[in-house]
């Protein structure tokens, strides 16, 4: 069983930046790819970026270039680091461990607006 908890979500302008951290239990969270996807309301949840076990990354089209996604295996965390944020990026960013089973953080609301 892994739990994971995100954290650093809020309301920011057009332009500004956010840092969200997920923090994982267990004992083999270098072996998991981890990733960031986030649901917009009316819309499903779309992958925006994956970082594997051995530090290889992918984004979506829409974040390459703003987004940077970057983990720290003796904290058993993951970071997504959003600069530039439009008021498209406002959802709903889930965490995911892919552990064989995957499994998914609570969620934290992230809203761009002016």
């Known amino acids: 069983q892994v739990q994971l908890v995100e954290s650093g979500g809020g309301l920011v302008q057009p332009g500004g930046s956010l840092r969200l951290s997920c923090a994982a239990s267990g004992r083999l969270f270098s072996m998991y790819s981890m990733g960031w996807y986030r649901q917009a309301p009316g819309k499903q949840r779309e992958l925006v970026a994956i970082?594997?076990?051995?530090?290889?990354?992918n984004y979506a089209d829409s974040v390459k270039g703003r987004f940077t996604i970057s983990r720290d295996n003796a904290k058993n965390t993951v970071w997504l680091q959003m600069n530039s944020l439009k008021p498209d990026d406002t959802a709903v960013y889930y965490c995911y461990a892919d552990a064989l089973v995957s499994y998914w953080g609570q969620g934290t609301q992230v809203t761009v607006s002016s």
């Open positions: 970082i594997t076990s051995g530090g290889s990354t």
